[in-house]
């Protein structure tokens, strides 16, 4: 009986469709620091969501632990079940930001949800950072 145990090297816990402590997530801006974690295969782990209910959705602030360093982050895609009209995606997508709001690559690679641009205008004026700057450097909006 303990073989058949001791064999087994995946996991055996539930898919979680939320963002919270612990999940992995794929960089889609081309910062230097985020191209070396996914080229590796060490993603980062969300590590801290900054709301009230620990649960993150598409344009919510979060701390990411990659390559051994605290960063924050935007989240721009996530697989859970979405309001109408707000697309679902297949992988957890963030772009990584500074202190400041400003984000620390030229380009996000992927296309954005045009939801987004309301969610981070209402941000920017409520917490004093910038969040404009990442919304010029996406190339496609969905």
């Known amino acids: 009986m303990s073989t058949i145990f001791a064999a087994r090297k995946f996991s055996t816990t539930a898919v979680s469709n939320h963002i919270m402590k612990l999940t992995r997530l794929r960089v889609v801006?081309?910062?230097?620091?985020?191209k070396q974690a996914m080229a590796e295969g060490k993603p980062p782990r969300c590590i801290h969501v900054y709301n009230k209910k620990g649960i993150g959705t598409i344009g919510d602030k979060i701390m990411v632990a990659i390559k051994g360093e605290k960063v924050k982050a935007i989240i721009v895609g996530c697989v859970k079940e979405q309001k109408p009209n707000i697309p679902r995606f297949d992988s957890n997508n963030i772009v990584l930001i500074d202190d400041n709001g400003t984000p620390l690559g030229t380009r996000i690679n992927v296309p954005?949800?045009?939801v987004l641009r309301t969610i981070l205008k209402e941000k920017t004026f409520s917490?004093?950072?910038?969040?404009?700057?990442?919304l010029a450097i996406a190339s496609n909006y969905v």
């Open 112 to 114: 954005i949800p045009i």
């Open 127 to 134: 917490k004093g950072a910038d969040y404009t700057k990442l």
């Open 29 to 34: 801006d081309n910062s230097t620091i985020g």
